[in-house]
């Protein structure tokens, strides 16, 4: 065991103990009259002394020093009562530590890592055995305290483990802990006084791969967009990989992907058992135990896997024996006596007069108590199914008899004649009969010749079948072996075919469990016209049509129902295309309600995300045949550099389950191996095809011609065991030509995929997938991103590289929000359906944490309300949400606008809808002396030289009154003087701080009263009438009052010359964006404001590393002030 280090004296301990092995740093040592048969007198002395002492105060025979070369003090860092655990304490420091010890420049450094190290690994150890006896873990609860302090995210962030480790930060470990959370990954280190904190988000992880360096033989490599991180010296570093694996891909399929997984993370673990299992299902117990298999006759050691609706058992030996016990299939649950022979037993008994016999299980009495409680929740619902399921056969029944109508008679009683010939075809699909009975005993073709040899080899598989069933159990319950596979892989029987398929995707526990459920569906479904719809019927008579099942109107229309009905139950997935072709094989071999529940289970546990528009769990699988091909023909990869165009070929075999490219007949075997062994059977029959092509692929010119070769290879797969007549292969690429193509018996090409290609497991693909999910989900958020930029990069100034940073703060920004704002922000806020640049947006309170971050117009507290009126003027649609194509021309405006473009946004920022009516009613500033409209409009220079502003206002008007003829632009709307006192203040708020603060103040006074008094003026003016003299004492007469009332009365003017003249009141004070531009014009500082270059880059650089802390103390903040009002009422 790991000891804390303690010093000791090695001069006065070498006579009690000997040295066995040494290196540059450790000393391995064995205590004298231990291990050495015999010895001297000292030797003899020494064990004698040990066996006599009380046992507290014995020595461990066996330790490890850390040594300091030079020193006569050294420290003990691990002990040991055997040789064997003593030698893999050695191992483990001469693999993970020795070769790092080697990079630091003093002894001290070498002594403070080391300890630290033994350190974190004892607190570790500790922790791990809390964690097995299932204990009150307190060392969590102190990680956890440790967790929030040091990195301040609120409570929403959930710390899952923690591991002591090494962070490389170049050729330097940094020893810490790393932290696992729901969002992130953490480190923290304080070592020779120095401290890092480093945090990455899991949805910014591109590659997770365990590899080496020159100083460690296995670390983790966490790979960003930016940087590589390693991290090394784990206690148990597959422990950790899996866990971070496993994080990266629930983080990034629900915040990329859109999905809200609830997935427990028992559950995560992918063993062909679990994989079966409802998505839904939690995990409870993982109990290993031994069961008893009448087959063997013996009992068989395992592990039981227990859910809220499920019993499972898979053997440690993979493929020996796996059962799956649905708790509705239960009878009882009893614990039996203990016996040596049959420790802590206990019995579950199925309907079907079958128990199953568990012993060796740990905390029995906890387990059957937990089972018991399970089973009676699951049986009162089954109970109440019972009770419905009477007269739900009755509904449906009556539903059935209602549509055995007529095509020409209505198709429900009160429905208008004059309705008839308006009825569409959805609802003239409710006059069919829902078929009882599969498609193929509808249309079999018997009577042909030559099908008695497959008759007969029918008969044979039945009765192979028929004998496996007594053995081994003929139920969703059955003992699943290697026997069943074998079975499976010569082909099930054309009699058994669908209802095998049931058992094995356990689809006949959804079928029992919701009883109605499927006429509900179509019920609802039917008549209904969506996007969806178009789609099924679009696609109906492409589905099998060479097959006489899908040539007439009850083919199809069962086909229709089946696709209608689960495009309602998920519209999700909806309808993609693909569904098509697999559903009407399955309506070949199952009642049309089986077919659904199949359908159900390939959509949603069997292919994971493989159905929707971005097909991401086919493109997945098609980074694992990649990799598989590599790893498995490496010549054919040699020679095919780029395995893309294999990837692309072979889509389709993964999507339609080769049923769209071998002959029907073949391909039904490959549906059959599928259905036992999942996505496994796929991959290892398509490097089976790929390795029987191989050497015509390697003399392939390009990849039209790879793609022919696997085409006719396909089309040749043959099953001439089958008692079916063969059908052509409608979806086939290619037909026969001239040259005769050699023909592939379906069995063979099946029995080679499992003996050269079936050693991989379900959880070494998943294992894999979890990698390539990785890959692909980034390579989609990649697409996105320059796919976006694209679009913004023409209507913006911002150069390429900011705007590329822009866009990643933006998209975080809008993660932060989705990390700790509960799970409806997610669907909101980020839809992959949508076009590329609004596929991220974010809101009000995010839009204002990137403004104060980004924006050059700082105005200390009056920032946060300028953010706010800067986002009401983006949201165009009044969504509460914004695109990031809005924020970059915002930013584009405010760093490289001219002029009058910063001026413009700044006044329509003070104008509804940007300015709200509370913002309005605030305090009026006309009181300072700043803003007095009596100060003269005379100011002297510093040269002595005086401007007189009267004249230049004249002048404006002049210049102004011109541009109304010629502008064509639309005119915004005026100013009031409630909204320029608010323009006036962002202006002070904007000028704060500056260099040039006092002649900004200055200068901003002086135009203040000039706009002032021009309001006041065109205010008069109105009140007075548009000829109005005091207008023209005021202004002299050089501007005439046709082009002084053509500035004023623009707004108010009247198209009929009859009409009376609006009353005017106090609140008609207004002045117009074209007064403020030429008044802002007039001062050479404001222009030198508004026109000095800005740098976007710092701001990028600090926001960066900013972003998070604003968002944390912000949410901390938050979380405190929402604890606290409880407490105050």
């Known amino acids: 065991m790991w000891l804390k280090p303690e010093e000791v004296l090695l001069k006065n301990a070498l006579k009690l103990w000997v040295t066995q092995k040494s290196s540059g740093y450790f000393i391995l040592q064995r205590r004298r009259g231990h291990g050495d048969g015999g010895g001297r007198f000292t030797g003899r002395l020494v064990g004698a002394l040990d066996a006599v002492l009380d046992s507290n105060a014995r020595v461990a025979p066996f330790r490890i020093l850390l040594q300091v070369p030079g020193s006569q003090v050294y420290s003990a860092i691990a002990c040991g009562a055997t040789a064997e655990e003593i030698n893999q304490h050695w191992e483990w420091l001469e693999q993970n530590l020795l070769h790092t010890l080697s990079v630091f420049d003093n002894k001290e450094d070498i002594v403070s890592f080391v300890k630290g190290k033994v350190k974190a690994l004892i607190a570790e150890e500790t922790s791990s055995k809390l964690a097995e006896q299932e204990e009150d873990p307190e060392k969590f609860r102190e ?26 930060k170049g050729k330097v470990p940094r020893q810490g802990w790393l932290y696992l959370s729901i969002n992130h990954l953490c480190f923290y280190s304080f070592f020779l006084g120095k401290e890092l904190k480093l945090i990455i988000p899991w949805v910014e992880v591109q590659k997770l791969e365990r590899t080496s360096n020159v100083f460690m033989t296995d670390t983790v490599r966490v790979t960003t967009a930016n940087k590589e991180r390693d991290f090394s010296t784990f206690l148990n570093i597959a422990e950790a990989f899996r866990i971070m694996e496993q994080l990266a891909d629930v983080t990034l399929r629900r915040l990329l992907d859109n999905e809200i997984f609830e997935l427990d993370p028992g559950l995560q673990d992918p063993t062909q058992i679990t994989k079966r299992l409802p998505r839904k299902e939690k995990l409870h117990e993982v109990v290993d135990c031994s069961l008893w298999t009448p087959f063997s006759r013996c009992h068989t050691a395992g592990t039981m896997y227990t859910s809220d609706s499920y019993i499972c058992f898979a053997s440690k030996e993979n493929g020996c024996c796996t059962v799956i016990i649905p708790l509705r299939e239960v009878i009882s649950i009893e614990k039996m006596e203990d016996t040596s022979l049959l420790p802590n037993p206990i019995i579950i008994s199925i309907r079907s007069k079958t128990a199953f016999q568990f012993i060796e299980l740990k905390d029995r009495d906890t387990l059957v108590e937990n089972l018991l409680q399970r089973f009676k929740e699951v049986n009162s619902s089954n109970t109440l199914h019972c009770n419905n399921l009477q007269n739900n056969n009755q509904n449906s029944l009556a539903f059935g008899s209602m549509c055995t109508l007529g095509d020409d008679e209505p198709a429900c009683l009160g429905t208008e004649a004059s309705h008839g010939k308006e009825r569409s075809e959805c609802e003239k699909e409710n006059n069919y009969l829902l078929n009882a009975e599969a498609l193929r005993s509808d249309f079999h073709q018997s009577g042909m010749p030559g099908l008695d040899f497959g008759k007969s080899r029918e008969q044979i598989k039945e009765s192979l079948w028929d004998d496996h069933f007594v053995e081994y159990g003929r139920t969703v319950c059955m003992f699943r072996t290697e026997k069943i596979r074998k079975l499976v892989a010569m082909g099930i029987p054309e009699s058994l075919r669908g209802k095998l398929w049931l058992l094995f995707s356990d689809a006949q526990t959804d079928l029992a469990s919701h009883p109605g459920y499927y006429v509900h569906l179509v019920e609802a479904s039917m008549g209904r016209c969506c996007m969806a719809r178009e789609e099924i019927e679009r696609d109906l008579h492409r589905s099998l049509p060479e097959h006489p099942a899908f040539q007439s109107e009850t083919g199809i229309a069962a086909l229709r129902r089946v696709l209608t009905a689960y495009a309602h139950r998920n519209p999700k997935i909806g309808y993609c295309q693909s569904m098509n072709i697999l559903t009407s094989v399955l309506l070949l071999y199952a009642k049309e309600e089986e077919a659904f529940w199949l359908l159900v289970a390939v959509c949603e546990r069997m292919l994971p995300d493989y159905f929707n528009h971005r097909v991401i769990g086919a493109q997945v699988d098609q980074s694992v045949f990649e990799e598989l091909i590599k790893e498995q023909l490496p010549e054919l990869a040699e020679h095919m550099k780029d395995l893309t165009a294999l990837a692309s070929i072979s889509l389709s075999w993964f999507l339609t389950l080769f049923l769209s490219i071998m002959p029907l007949e073949s391909a039904v075997n490959v549906v059959d191996c599928f259905f036992y062994d999942g996505i496994k059977a796929i991959f290892q029959l398509g490097l089976a095809i790929l390795e029987a092509n191989a050497v015509d692929l390697c003399n392939s010119k390009d990849d039209g011609q790879a793609l022919m070769i696997l085409s006719r290879f396909l089309e040749h797969v043959k099953n001439e065991e089958s008692p079916l007549p063969p059908i052509g292969n409608h979806h086939a690429f290619f037909s026969d030509d001239q040259e005769p193509s050699p023909v592939t018996e379906i069995a063979n090409l099946i029995h080679d995929s499992y003996e050269k290609f079936g050693d991989h497991s379900v959880e ?166 700043l803003l007095s409209t009596s100060r003269p409009l005379i100011i002297g220079k510093s040269n002595g030289d005086a401007v007189d502003y009267q004249k230049q206002l004249k002048q404006m008007l002049k210049d102004l009154a011109k541009e109304k003829d010629t502008k064509t632009e639309k005119e915004l709307p005026k100013m009031s003087q409630k909204e320029f006192i608010q323009f006036c203040k962002t ?143």
């Open 143 to 168: 990680a956890l305290v440790k967790f929030e302090s040091r990195f301040n995210f609120p409570e929403a962030e959930k710390l899952i483990t923690y591991y002591s480790c090494c962070c490389w």
């Open 987 to 1129: 202006l002070y708020s904007m000028f704060h701080e500056d260099p040039e603060e006092n002649d900004l103040y200055q200068a901003i006074a002086t135009v203040t009263t000039l706009l002032l008094q021009i309001g006041e003026v065109g205010q008069r003016s109105l009140s007075l009438g548009s000829g109005s003299d005091e207008f023209s004492e005021d202004l002299q007469p050089e501007a005439s009052a046709s082009e002084q009332d053509a500035v004023f009365t623009d707004t108010v003017k009247s198209p009929h010359k009859d009409s009376q003249p609006s009353p005017v009141t106090e609140g008609d004070w207004t002045v117009s964006f074209e007064h403020i531009l030429a008044s802002l014009l007039t001062e050479q500082s404001l222009v030198n404001f508004f026109e000095k270059p800005l740098e976007l880059k710092p701001k990028l650089e600090n926001a960066k590393l900013n972003q998070y802390s604003l968002r944390t103390n912000g949410m901390s903040c938050q979380s405190r002030s929402e604890h606290a009002k409880p407490n105050m009422q």
């Open 764 to 929: 070494q693909i998943e294992h894999m997938r979890y990698k390539h999910r990785i890959r692909v989900l980034q390579s989609h958020e990649d697409t996105t991103k320059q796919n976006v930029l694209r679009v913004v990069i023409p209507d913006v100034s911002i150069l390429p590289e900011d705007l590329e940073e822009l866009y990643d703060l933006f998209k975080r920004e809008h993660l932060l929000r989705c990390y700790w704002a509960g799970g409806s922000a997610v669907p909101e806020r980020h839809d992959p359906s949508r076009p590329y640049a609004e596929q991220y947006r974010i809101d009000a309170q995010q839009f204002a944490g990137l403004f104060r971050l980004l924006s050059p117009w700082t105005c200390g507290e009056h920032t946060e309300l300028l953010a706010h009126r800067t986002f009401r003027l983006l949201d165009d649609n009044m969504d509460q949400l914004i695109e990031f194509k809005a924020l970059a021309s915002c930013l584009d405006v405010m760093y490289n606008g001219e002029m009058n473009e910063k001026i413009k946004l700044l006044y329509k920022l003070h104008i509804p809808p940007a300015l709200t009516e509370n913002e309005r009613d605030s305090q009026s500033p006309l009181k300072n002396p």
